[in-house]
């Protein structure tokens, strides 16, 4: 058996050996090459990082060290080509992409360099994980980024004008475009908790002229404020507007509102059906809301209520249960730094003024005084349902009540 094993064993010891020969080789090179590159002898530290890569021994530092290299020689094409090995093997290196970006900036390709910049400041962790060089080309890379989009805004607006684009007269909805082209604005979507209705308009506040009959309620402001202001007299009146409907319901849910007073309510309709003593208080508010076309469901819609938020509270963000209906707001009391924001939009409340938004897009409120704010809310049809769709949705969200129960319950 020796005779057999003797020619093995020392071809296995050979090759061992000239393993071990090539990854000394490698390490000095890697080694000679980052000492030339801190010294500033480009040329020698890119003869030893190609000679690395021959061997097929470039891992990402050695690809991104040669990318250097080639840049300090004004290799443009060796420089990005090495840049692409790095990228394809890490493809968040945040100093591969910045040397990308730059290329693309110096040659004039804008929109190419942003996306490279973008992608370094997106995939950067926190600042106190990088080195300080770093740290100080994510800055530069950042400012740049903010001065391509100035300018290129600059582009584009003066050229819109030009062909009669004016922000203040043109199309609402184009220069909501605009800004989210910009980055200035994100996109909002219907986020409905329970219920999606396909192929609704994303609108996040409706257009005020397209609510005839909130003329009337608007014009009975002082006598529903009226009633309000006496219902604000019993401290009682007033409950959570978030409760523990159900004992099994996680804890986690509420938003921090759950059974807070903070957000409170006073219901003259309630999960579809009046509530006759809280009604007979308020006569000439109900006889405001007679001509609502209100979202009518058994068991569930529609909520008429004073919502009272009190002084130095904030509702976080947070979306409706189903998109088929829209809500419906009209202040009372607004002191001053109170604030409503539905997706993009913030809007301050203003007494006597109502509107009309989708609550299943993100939206949250704030109450930044030292005063009580109270609005009267409720719910209405989504216009753009027909006759038919009302009936067939309340049908629908009946029958869902009628299978569980309490167990299928949703939350207003």
């Known amino acids: 058996m020796a005779c057999y094993d003797g020619p093995h064993i020392n071809r296995r010891a050979g090759y061992q050996a000239a393993v071990q ?85 110096d040659a004039g390709d804008v929109p190419t360099a942003l996306a490279f910049y973008r992608a370094a400041l997106k995939s950067a962790p926190e600042a106190g994980q990088l080195p300080p060089e770093l740290i100080k080309e994510l800055r530069r890379a ?62 996040q506040f409706y257009d005020r002229g397209d609510f005839p009959w909130l003329d009337a309620i608007e014009a009975a402001t002082d006598d529903i404020r009226a009633e309000c202001e006496s219902v604000l007299r019993d401290e009682r009146a007033f409950s959570p507007y978030v409760t523990r409907g159900q004992k099994e319901r996680p804890r986690g849910e509420g938003l921090g509102m759950l059974d807070n007073p903070d957000w409170s309510a006073f219901f003259v ?20 809301l007679e001509h609502v076309p209100f979202a ?3 068991g569930r819609m529609p909520s008429v209520l004073f919502s009272l938020l009190r002084p130095g509270t904030r509702i976080p963000p947070h979306t409706g249960v189903v998109n088929t209906r ?57 216009p753009e349902l027909s006759e038919d769709e009302r009936k067939l949705v309340s049908a629908m969200i009946e029958a869902i009540d009628d299978y569980g129960g309490s167990a299928t319950k949703w939350d207003a």
């Open 142 to 203: 950042d400012e740049t980024c903010n001065r391509f989009t100035r300018d290129y805004e600059d582009f584009l607006r003066k050229q819109l004008a030009a062909h009669g684009f004016d922000e203040q007269r043109s199309s609402r909805r184009f220069a909501l475009s605009l800004d989210l082209l910009h980055g200035k604005k994100q996109i909002y979507y219907q986020q409905p908790r329970h219920y999606y209705f396909p192929e609704l308009p994303q609108k």
């Open 326 to 382: 829209l809500i419906c707001h009209l202040p009372l009391i607004v002191p001053e730094n109170c604030v409503f924001r539905v997706g993009n939009d913030v809007r301050p409340w203003v007494e006597g003024k109502a509107w009309v938004f989708d609550d299943t897009i993100e939206h949250e409120a704030w109450n930044n005084s030292d005063r009580l704010r109270v609005i009267l809310l409720f719910d209405i049809w989504r």
């Open 269 to 288: 309709w309630r999960d579809g059906a009046v509530v006759p003593e809280n009604a007979a208080r308020c006569a000439k508010t109900m006889r405001a």
């Open 21 to 105: 020969t090539l990854e000394t080789e490698i390490r000095s090179l890697k080694q000679a090459g980052l000492d030339a590159l801190r010294r500033g002898d480009a040329a020698d530290a890119r003869r030893r990082f190609e000679q690395i890569a021959a061997a097929g021994r470039a891992d990402a530092l050695i690809w991104l060290a040669l990318a250097a290299a080639c840049k300090t020689l004004n290799d443009k094409e060796a420089m990005i080509a090495a840049v692409d090995k790095v990228l394809a093997l890490e493809p968040r290196n945040l100093r591969a992409l910045i040397m990308k970006a730059d290329h693309f900036a």
């Open 296 to 298: 009518r469901t058994k």
